[in-house]
Structures are given as structure tokens and as C-alpha cells.
């Protein structure tokens, strides 16, 4: 996947304003092969479903957090590189901008 295939993804999907709640089912899953680059919430959604061997509730309150916790130890920990895009440059974003 090319950072042009996860910009039209992120076209289908309009994002939600605060107070609102996900009606809908979770957007089709994407597999993090080879180079290239996924929107943050793909990465989450990847290990919420824990490469796809099970399911996960948007829903539910209580395991997002432990799976954006999961996510963010990997950031911090450098298993998992975070890059700012802003046309028409794109920037990796240190790990220690995650450490408290």
C-alpha cells in the first residue's frame, strides 16, 4: 500500500464530531506488508483484531484504550515508526514525542 491508497480509504470514511457515537461497522481491515504507510488507526485496528483472528466491538469503551496503550508502546518502543505527512513533504515523528 502507497500513502495514495490510504488517503482515498481515508476519503470513505467521514470523521465523527465529538459526542457522536460509531453506528456502523468498523472500516474493511488493512495489512501492514511490506513498506508503506497506514493511517494510525489501521495500526490499532490491526491489533484489535490481532491480525485478523478475531473480532472487535467499535463500541466498546473499555478495549480501546488497551489497544491504542498496545499501539503507543509499540511507538514508543521503535517497532512502530510515526510519520506526519503534509504535502509535499513527509516527516518521522520521534518516539520520545509519545514518552511522558
Not at 77 to 92: A, D, E, F, L, Q
Amino acid at each position: 500500500m502507497n500513502e495514495f491508497d490510504a488517503a482515498d480509504r481515508r476519503k470513505q470514511y467521514k470523521p465523527l464530531r465529538r459526542g457522536n457515537v460509531w453506528s456502523g461497522d468498523l472500516p474493511p481491515l488493512i495489512t501492514p506488508e511490506g513498506d508503506g504507510f497506514m493511517p494510525l488507526f489501521s495500526s490499532a485496528h490491526w491489533i484489535a483484531v490481532c491480525g485478523g483472528t478475531r473480532k472487535a466491538n467499535p463500541k466498546d469503551e473499555e478495549f480501546w484504550p488497551r489497544v491504542y496503550r498496545e499501539l503507543l508502546e509499540a511507538i514508543c518502543s521503535g517497532g512502530i515508526c510515526v510519520v506526519g505527512s503534509r504535502p509535499p513533504s513527509t516527516v518521522s515523528l520521534p518516539a520520545s514525542q509519545y514518552i511522558r
